[in-house]
């Protein structure tokens, strides 16, 4: 990122500066050299008219007016006779030398011409001068120094240098800032995904603020939250497994030991305590078939058969089936139906659900009780109430008792046969059709449970 944006913001301002000095540079180079190149022909020519070359009494004056001029412009001025001998010089330097330089070779072939030296930071510029016969009979050389000019350019390229400098110095003041803002978070997000992943799944993200980041981190948190319930519900489901059958299991195991361990025992004896087993081995066979309804009814294994269901027709057969098992302990088992309702859903599964309600107030409703199984429907749902006259569920007890296992009072259970199983399997099923369950009770007030099931049966 740091080299990104570094690229970004440096290179098109290296590009600009580096351009506008070069053009800079460019333009006050063609301008010097062609001024210079003016002069020299100026002085040349006023040379020529004069013909100061040869007339030695006006000569001294103009060479004066030479040395002023070359003053006053900050240059130096040169002028050589056809061989090249210096006859003036501003400096005064070189007066009666040979004085060569390829300007002065080009200006005495008969051309001007104007050179930058960059070694010296000078301008070379020569012209020519010619008697009437157009014979080259000396030349002029202005050198000009061109060092401000180059000090001008690094005075603006060093301007540049620092521009730069402080952009890179932003940029990196930028980055940085932003990395702590963006990367922050994010880091500390995936460090604590990749702990959640590696099964802590106690791990939070600690959410600071209000942006996108925290969403982020609110949504992983409930996500994890979800998967630790889970975790923990799988957890649970496995230890109550393991401790639901462990009792059937020591009792069987108790049972036997004290037969085998005692000698002549009679025969009596035996067909009691087999039929204890036998009865143990019932209790053991019951869960197990509950746990197995239990996984067909979770919604990623469920195989459902959805065909269309007479519901009265249904509950009329529930309630037929369980009425021996209310004859025996005297309670009044009644059906009633204000409408004939057609639900789409798996027939097997919603009669099992209702048969667990009916069968638990057969239950838990004292002999000479009633249980009432009634059926209404409105445009959108179908309503199955199960009202009985028994023990009723207190309302703490009423948020658990659809939880596998759960049982209100578990001695009492032991008694009634029940697994605990039975509403989780009854719940599970009615999840699995989209609809919900809502009981009504106190307790020794009787229970009454309000299932709804959509008529529009949803997919999925
Ligand atoms: P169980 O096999 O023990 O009946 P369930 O899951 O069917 O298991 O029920 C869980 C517990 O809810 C029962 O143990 C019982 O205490 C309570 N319960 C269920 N139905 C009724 C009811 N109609 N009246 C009173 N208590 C009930």
Redesign the pocket.
């Known amino acids: 990122m740091l080299v990104t944006y570094l690229i970004i913001g440096i290179v098109p301002l290296l590009f600009f500066s580096f351009n506008i000095t070069k053009t800079l540079q460019g333009y006050f180079e063609e301008t010097n050299e062609k001024e210079v190149l003016y002069q020299a022909n100026k002085i040349a020519g006023n040379i020529q008219k004069a013909d100061y070359l040869n007339d030695k009494s006006k000569q001294a004056q103009f060479w004066q007016d030479l040395d002023d001029r070359s003053a006053e412009e900050n240059c130096r001025i040169i002028v050589v006779d056809s061989d090249g001998y210096v006859v003036a010089d501003t400096n005064h330097a070189v007066i009666g030398k040979m004085f060569i330089v390829p300007e002065i070779i080009v200006a005495l072939e008969g051309s001007d011409e104007a050179n930058l030296r960059k070694d010296e930071q000078a301008i070379y510029a020569s012209a020519y001068i010619e008697d009437p016969y157009s014979n080259k009979i000396g030349a002029v050389l202005v050198i000009s120094s061109f060092a401000d000019v180059y000090q001008l350019i690094n005075e603006i390229s060093n301007k540049w240098i620092i521009v730069t400098l402080f952009i890179i110095v932003i940029v990196i003041a930028l980055v940085i800032f932003m990395s702590q803002i963006i990367f922050g978070p994010l880091k500390n997000i995936l460090d604590t995904i990749q702990k959640i992943s590696a099964g802590q799944f106690h791990q939070r993200i600690e959410l600071k603020g209000k942006n996108e980041f925290t969403q982020l981190g609110e949504a992983v948190n409930t996500m994890t939250k979800r998967l630790e319930e889970v975790d923990q519900s799988r957890q649970e489901f496995v230890s109550n497994v393991s401790h639901e059958l462990k009792t059937p299991l020591s009792s069987i195991k108790v049972l036997s030991e004290s037969l085998l361990l005692q000698e002549n025992v009679p025969a009596e004896m035996y067909r009691e305590f087999l039929l204890d087993i036998s009865s143990e081995i019932d209790r053991m066979t019951n869960i197990v078939n509950d746990l197995l309804s239990l996984v067909r009814n979770d919604p990623n294994e469920a195989k459902v058969n959805v065909s269309d269901i007479d519901v009265n027709k249904m509950l009329r057969d529930v309630v037929k089936r369980l009425s021996p098992l209310a004859g025996d302990k005297n309670i009044e088992l009644s059906f009633q139906a204000a409408k004939d309702v057609v639900l789409r859903g798996d027939e097997v599964k919603l009669m099992l659900a209702v048969s667990?309600?009916v069968?638990?107030?057969i239950?838990?409703?004292p002999p000479g009780g009633y249980v009432k199984v009634s059926l209404d429907a409105d445009n959108k749902d179908c309503f199955i109430t199960v009202q009985?006259s028994?023990?009723?569920?207190s309302e703490e007890?009423q948020s658990k008792?659809?939880e596998r296992f759960?049982?209100?009072?578990k001695t009492?259970?032991r008694e009634?046969g029940?697994?605990?199983?039975?509403?989780?399997i009854?719940h599970s099923i009615i999840m699995l059709h989209n609809g919900s369950v809502k009981i009504i009770?106190g307790e020794n007030e009787g229970?009454t449970?309000i299932v709804r099931l959509p008529l529009e049966r949803k997919e999925g």
């Open positions: 667990n309600l069968d638990n107030g239950k838990y409703t009985d028994g023990i009723g569920i007890e008792i659809f759960y049982r209100v009072d009492r259970d009634t029940g697994t605990g199983l039975g509403l989780a009854t009770s229970a449970f």
